[in-house]
C-alpha cells in the first residue's frame, strides 16, 4: 500500500494473448540489449536501458503487453470482484479536511463518498451553509485532475489554485474569486513543487517555476535552476518579475513564504546534497532590498515558524538533533546572539506554528503524536488531549486567532476534525466520519524488536483481538524508511478490507525516517542504507519467530523509497517472504539522479558519480542485483505511466529483469496505471481498482482464497 497460477498468458509483441490451461506464466518479450556502462573503471551491464524511451514504439507495445498479462492473471481471482464490490462499499463515507480561515470565511474539503476528487467549500461560519467554491471532479470526466495545492488571500476575496492532471508533479495555477466562483484570467504554467503565498495586500503572490522543458522532455528531462517569481493579479504571466534565482547553484529549490505581518518574503533553501537547508528573506517594505542570507551554511536543518517584528522564529536541528526552537533577532543575527525558546526533548520535533499568541508543537514519542503547547517565551502550557495512539495534525491559524483545528487518525480510526479552543484548551469535534466497519473488534499494539547490529526498532501490529500465535496468519509487512519521512499511525480504507479477511498489518519504523530525529534518519542514509534492510528484514524474522506469520503467509509493501526498500530485501532474502508489492519503486540506484528530481534525492542515496558510494549502490540497487535462476516470491510492480517524480523506468526495467530471472512458477508481474502519477490526487476510482487488484493478488499467493 502475492502461489498458484490457475491459468497463464503466451504473448508476443504484437501478437495476440493466447490462455494456456495450466502451467507457469509466460511474459512478453523484452529484448536484452549489449548496453553497459563504465563506472569508476568497472562495466555494468544495462540490458533494458531502452525501456528508458517512454514513448518509443517498442516500450510502448511492451506496457500493454505486460498489462494484457497481468491483468489476464487478475481477472481470473475469484475474489476480485468481492474484494472491489467492499472496498467500494467501505469507500463510501463522508470525510473532511482541516478547516482554514481567511477573511472572515471558512475553507475546506469534503468527499461525499465515491467522489473521485475531494470538493473545496467555503462558509461564513462553522454552522453556516457551505458552498462549493471549487469541484476538481467538474475539470476531467475520468477524475484524473486533481488540486496540487491553494491559497486563499488575507482578505478572503482571492483563491489561488493549482492543478495536476494525470498524477504529474507538473501543475497549472489559476485564480478564482471567492464571492463568485468566476476565474479570472491569470494562467501561471509549469509550476513544480511550489505553493502560491499572497502578499498582505492580496494584490499577488510569490511562487516557484522551472523554465518550460522541450516538447517531449516534461516527463524525463532533469528539474533545474527552479527560480522564485511575483505573480500581479490581472497580468499574464510573461510580465512576472523575477524575485530570487541562483545560477550559480541550478540544483537549489526555493520556495517563498510571506510572513503574517507581511513584511518579509522568507525564502526557504534545499538541495540534493545534503538534508540540511538554508534560510534567506527579503524586506517587502522596500522594494529594492536585496535577498539577505540569514542561515547560508547548510549546517543543518531550519524551518521557519513565524516572526516576532524582526525576530524570526526557526524550528531546527543544530546542535539538536531531534529539534528546538530558536529566536533570532535579524537586526544581530550572529551564532551568539540566538536565543533558545523551546529546548530539545526527548522525542522528536516534528512541526511548529503559532496561533493564539503561543506555540503548537507537534512531537513523535516512539511514532506517535504529542501536541504541546508554549508560550512565545518558551514556558510549556499544557498538552492537547489526544483521543489514543495515532497521529494528530493540523493546528494552523493566526497570531490573534482564538481557535484552531486539527485532525486525529489511527489505523482502525478515520480521520476526525476537531475544533481547538485555545483559551479553555478544549476540543470538540468538527467532523467525524461514519464507516461501515466494526473497529471494536480490532486492535493496534506496539512492539520493538532488535534488528540486526542490536538497534531497538519499533513496530506498530494490527490485528483482530483473537489472533492466535500459530504461525499461520497471513501478514504484510510495510516499510519506508527514508528522507526523513515518519510512518506514523494511519487510517485507511483498503487495510481494512485486509483485516476483515483475518489479516495482520504490521508497519516498521526503520531507520532513515525521522521517527527519533536526524540521529535517526541519518543511520539509513547513503553508506549506511542497508541498515534500513536489516531492519526491514529484521521485523520479518520477529513476525515468524513470534509465530505471528510464516515466511509462506509473509507479503511485504512499500512505495517509492518504499519500494527501492521491497526490491532491496527481496534480491537479499527471498527465502524470508511469500509475497511482494513494490509500488513505484526507485530501482536503478546508479542512473536515480538522471531523471526529473532524482538528483535531489542524493542527500539520502548518495551518488554513483562518487567513487566510494558507487560501491555501496551496486551492492543492493534491486534492478542491478536481481540473480539469474533464483526463484523469488510472487511479485507485482506497481507504477503508472505519467509518473514523473520516481521515472517509470525504473520498474519497467526492473520488472523486465525479474521476469528474465524467475527460475520458478511463481509470478512476476507488473501493473502499469494510466493517466496517473506518483499516487497524490489520483482519482476515487483508480484507487479502489488498484486496491482491488492489489489484495487479489495477496489472498490469491498467500493461500487466502475461500476467506
Known amino acids: 500500500m502475492p502461489h498458484r497460477v490457475a491459468a497463464a498468458a503466451v504473448l508476443t509483441l504484437g501478437a495476440s494473448v493466447t490462455v494456456m490451461a495450466a502451467g507457469p506464466l509466460h511474459y512478453p518479450a523484452a529484448r536484452r540489449g549489449d548496453h553497459v556502462d563504465?563506472?569508476?573503471g568497472v562495466a555494468v551491464a544495462d540490458p533494458y536501458r531502452w525501456l528508458e524511451e517512454l514513448d518509443s514504439t517498442e516500450t510502448r507495445a511492451w506496457v500493454g503487453a505486460q498489462n494484457r498479462v497481468t491483468f489476464s492473471y487478475l481477472e481470473k481471482?475469484?475474489?476480485?470482484?468481492?474484494?472491489?464490490?467492499?472496498?467500494?462499499?467501505?469507500?463510501?463515507?463522508?470525510?473532511?479536511?482541516v478547516p482554514a480561515r481567511e477573511g472572515g470565511r471558512y475553507f475546506f474539503t469534503r468527499n461525499d463518498g465515491l467522489q473521485n476528487q475531494a470538493v473545496l467549500y467555503t462558509a461564513s461560519s462553522l454552522t453556516g451553509e457551505a458552498r462549493v467554491l471549487l469541484d476538481p471532479n467538474a475539470l476531467s470526466v475520468d477524475g484524473t485532475v486533481a488540486l496540487a495545492g491553494t491559497a486563499v488571500s488575507e482578505d478572503g476575496r482571492h483563491l489561488a489554485y493549482g492543478v495536476a492532471e494525470a498524477g504529474s508533479d507538473w501543475n497549472t495555477w489559476r485564480v478564482r474569486r471567492v464571492d463568485t466562483g468566476a476565474d479570472l484570467p491569470d494562467t501561471l504554467r509549469w509550476v513544480k513543487f511550489s505553493g502560491?503565498?499572497?502578499?498582505?495586500?492580496?494584490?499577488?503572490?510569490?511562487?516557484?517555476?522551472?523554465?518550460?522543458p522541450k516538447p517531449g522532455a516534461e516527463l524525463k528531462n532533469v528539474n533545474l535552476d527552479q527560480k522564485i517569481y511575483y505573480h500581479k493579479l490581472g497580468t499574464p504571466q510573461a510580465e512576472d518579475a523575477l524575485v530570487y534565482e541562483r545560477k550559480d547553484q541550478p540544483e537549489w529549490l526555493l520556495s517563498g513564504t510571506v510572513t503574517e505581518d507581511g513584511r518579509y518574503l522568507v525564502i526557504g533553501v534545499a538541495q540534493g546534497k545534503t538534508v540540511n537547508t538554508a534560510l534567506f528573506y527579503k524586506d517587502l517594505a522596500t522594494p529594492s532590498a536585496p535577498v539577505v542570507e540569514l542561515l547560508p551554511r547548510f549546517d543543518a536543518q531550519y524551518g521557519f515558524v513565524g516572526n516576532d517584528g524582526p525576530v524570526f522564529w526557526v524550528q531546527a536541528d543544530l546542535e539538536a538533533p531531534r529539534g528546538r526552537v530558536i529566536a533570532i533577532d535579524t537586526r544581530k543575527p550572529a551564532r551568539k546572539d540566538w536565543v533558545e525558546v523551546i529546548p530539545e526533548s526527548g522525542d522528536a520535533?516534528?512541526?511548529?506554528?503559532?496561533?493564539?499568541?503561543?506555540?503548537?508543537?507537534?512531537?513523535?514519542?516512539?511514532?506517535?503524536?504529542?501536541?504541546?503547547?508554549?508560550?512565545?517565551?518558551?514556558?510549556?502550557?499544557?498538552?492537547v488531549e489526544l483521543p489514543g495512539i495515532g497521529s494528530a495534525g493540523g493546528f494552523g491559524g493566526k497570531r490573534a486567532d482564538?481557535?484552531?483545528?486539527?485532525?486525529?487518525?489511527?489505523?482502525?480510526?478515520?480521520?476526525?476534525?476537531?475544533?481547538?479552543?485555545?483559551?479553555?484548551?478544549?476540543?470538540?469535534?468538527?467532523?467525524?466520519?461514519?464507516?461501515?466497519?466494526d473497529a471494536a473488534g480490532y486492535v493496534t499494539r506496539q512492539v520493538f524488536y532488535p534488528s540486526k547490529d542490536g538497534t531497538r526498532v519499533p513496530m506498530f501490529l494490527t490485528h483482530r483481538k483473537e489472533l492466535k500465535l500459530d504461525g499461520s496468519n497471513p501478514t504484510l509487512l510495510y516499510?519506508?524508511?527514508?528522507?526523513?519521512?515518519?510512518?506514523?499511525?494511519?487510517f485507511s480504507i483498503a487495510n481494512l478490507v485486509w483485516l476483515e479477511r483475518g489479516g495482520v498489518y504490521a508497519v516498521a519504523n526503520l531507520r532513515g525516517g525521522g521517527e527519533y530525529g536526524e540521529e535517526w534518519h541519518q543511520a539509513g542514509t547513503r553508506l549506511r542504507k542497508q541498515n534500513v534492510f536489516d531492519d526491514f528484514i529484521a521485523a520479518a524474522e520477529w513476525l515468524v519467530a513470534s509465530k505471528v506469520t510464516s515466511p509462506k503467509r509473509l507479503a511485504i509493501e512499500g512505495g517509492s523509497n518504499g519500494g527501492l526498500l521491497v526490491g532491496a530485501v527481496l534480491n537479499q532474502r527471498p527465502d524470508l517472504f511469500g509475497a511482494a508489492i513494490p509500488a513505484v519503486g526507485v530501482m536503478d540506484m546508479l542512473r536515480f539522479h538522471k531523471f526529473t528530481i532524482g538528483w535531489a534525492w542524493v542527500s539520502d542515496y548518495g551518488s554513483s558519480d562518487d567513487p566510494s558510494?558507487?560501491?555501496?549502490?551496486?551492492?543492493?540497487?534491486?534492478?542491478?542485483?536481481?540473480?539469474?535462476?533464483?526463484?523469488?516470491?510472487?511479485?507485482?510492480?506497481?507504477?503508472?505511466?505519467?509518473?514523473?517524480?520516481?521515472?517509470?523506468?525504473?520498474?519497467?526495467?526492473?520488472?523486465?529483469?525479474?521476469?528474465?530471472?524467475?527460475?520458478?512458477?511463481?509470478?512476476?508481474?507488473?501493473?502499469?496505471?494510466?493517466?496517473?502519477?506518483?499516487?497524490?490526487?489520483?482519482?476515487?476510482?483508480?484507487?479502489?481498482?488498484?486496491?482491488?487488484d492489489v489484495w487479489a493478488f495477496l489472498v490469491r499467493t498467500l493461500g487466502m482464497e475461500g476467506k
Not at 512458477?665 to 482519482?683: F, V
Request: hydrophobic residues 35%; charged residues 25%.
Open 38 to 40: 563504465t563506472y569508476h
Open 77 to 97: 481471482i475469484e475474489s476480485r470482484i468481492p474484494i472491489r464490490e467492499r472496498l467500494t462499499a467501505l469507500w463510501n463515507y463522508e470525510r473532511y479536511g
Open 402 to 437: 482564538t481557535e484552531t483545528f486539527f485532525y486525529f487518525t489511527s489505523y482502525t480510526v478515520p480521520t476526525t476534525v476537531y475544533r481547538y479552543d485555545v483559551k479553555t484548551g478544549k476540543s470538540s469535534v468538527f467532523r467525524e466520519p461514519k464507516v461501515d466497519f
Open 613 to 692: 558510494e558507487w560501491i555501496a549502490l551496486r551492492a543492493y540497487s534491486p534492478y542491478h542485483n536481481v540473480k539469474k535462476g533464483a526463484c523469488y516470491p510472487p511479485t507485482l510492480v506497481t507504477t503508472a505511466d505519467h509518473h514523473d517524480r520516481v521515472f517509470p523506468a525504473h520498474s519497467f526495467k526492473y520488472a523486465a529483469a525479474l521476469q528474465n530471472a524467475q527460475a520458478c512458477d511463481h509470478p512476476m508481474l507488473i501493473r502499469i496505471e494510466t493517466r496517473a502519477g506518483h499516487g497524490a490526487g489520483k482519482p476515487t476510482a483508480k484507487i479502489i481498482d488498484e486496491a482491488a
Open 349 to 383: 520535533l516534528q512541526g511548529v506554528s503559532v496561533v493564539g499568541e503561543r506555540f503548537f508543537a507537534a512531537y513523535l514519542e516512539d511514532a506517535r503524536s504529542r501536541i504541546r503547547t508554549f508560550d512565545l517565551g518558551g514556558k510549556a502550557l499544557a498538552e
Open 196 to 212: 502560491a503565498s499572497w502578499t498582505k495586500d492580496g494584490q499577488g503572490f510569490f511562487y516557484s517555476r522551472y523554465a518550460e
Open 479 to 490: 516499510g519506508y524508511g527514508g528522507f526523513n519521512i515518519s510512518l506514523t499511525p494511519a
